[in-house]
């Protein structure tokens, strides 16, 4: 059974030579890590009728008319820039935040097994790998959606049960993303809370660096990923022991 300050201070061991490289991978990490919905644009209709000008018609009315028409037309600008703004997050997100999420997530676990090589960021877009990291990861993503549409607490008991699905990706991206959620599944088992209360024990650092003009967290992002990639290898040698995975199943052999 894992400890929560062994842990840490194994983390606090491999950071010592390599904090900056682990900045760099957290930095990553922070920018990719992560949201849409349908709007229906307004109808504008420009036809204009001659009878709209009688004599009845005062200037104010022809004004109001206009104006009208512009603020319409200066909503559905708005209205196209956010779904346009949307639609190239989520682009973002998927198609190059997933994979370099897996390849930091790979840079912390090779750290924590010590192979310090900032290469491994690049992991996810070797070839047979790619497709099958973002299936997985949009699995993954959709799953938890549909836990938190239907209550909050199950959506966080859920996110901590595939917290682990980046890790057996960077140990076996073609693992399936069936095979991947269920295994993170497993190995959180009995571990949720213990984890929950990990992420606690760092809240004091993340207060201390919002303190410092919330720059500061950046800095601490370093000791939970390294942390966390500790957590990992204590879960996977624990699943191996069980019975729950085998060394070829995640290319450990």
Do not use: C
Request: glycine share 10%.
């Amino acid at each position: 059974m894992w400890n929560r300050k062994q842990l840490k201070e194994r983390a606090k061991d491999v950071l010592r030579t390599s904090y900056w490289k682990a900045f760099l991978a957290s930095i990553i990490l922070v920018i990719v890590g992560g949201g849409s919905g349908g709007v229906s644009l307004p109808s504008f209709n420009f036809d204009f009728d001659l009878d709209d000008f009688n004599p009845g018609t005062s200037l104010s009315d022809i004004g109001s008319n206009i104006g009208g028409g512009i603020a319409a037309f200066l909503i559905g600008i708005i209205i196209v820039v956010m779904l346009g703004a949307i639609v190239v997050t989520l682009a973002f997100r998927i198609f190059l935040g997933f994979p370099l999420e897996i390849g930091a997530t790979l840079y912390f676990k090779r750290s924590a097994e010590q192979e310090v090589n900032l290469n491994h960021l690049g992991f996810a877009f070797g070839k047979g790998r790619y497709w099958d990291i973002l299936k997985t990861m949009l699995w993954r993503t959709l799953l938890t959606i549909l836990w938190f549409l239907l209550l909050i607490i199950p959506g966080i008991v859920k996110t901590y049960a595939y917290s682990q699905v980046p890790f057996i990706l960077a140990d076996n991206p073609n693992i399936g993303y069936r095979r991947a959620v269920d295994l993170s599944n497993r190995m959180t088992r009995g571990h949720k809370f213990r984890i929950f209360v990990l992420d606690l024990s760092f809240l004091g650092w993340i207060l201390l660096g919002i303190l410092a003009l919330f720059v500061g967290v950046l800095f601490v992002w370093p000791y939970i990923n390294a942390t966390k990639a500790e957590l990992y290898l204590a879960l996977r040698q624990e699943a191996l022991q069980q019975g729950v995975a085998s060394s070829e199943e995640l290319r450990l052999a």
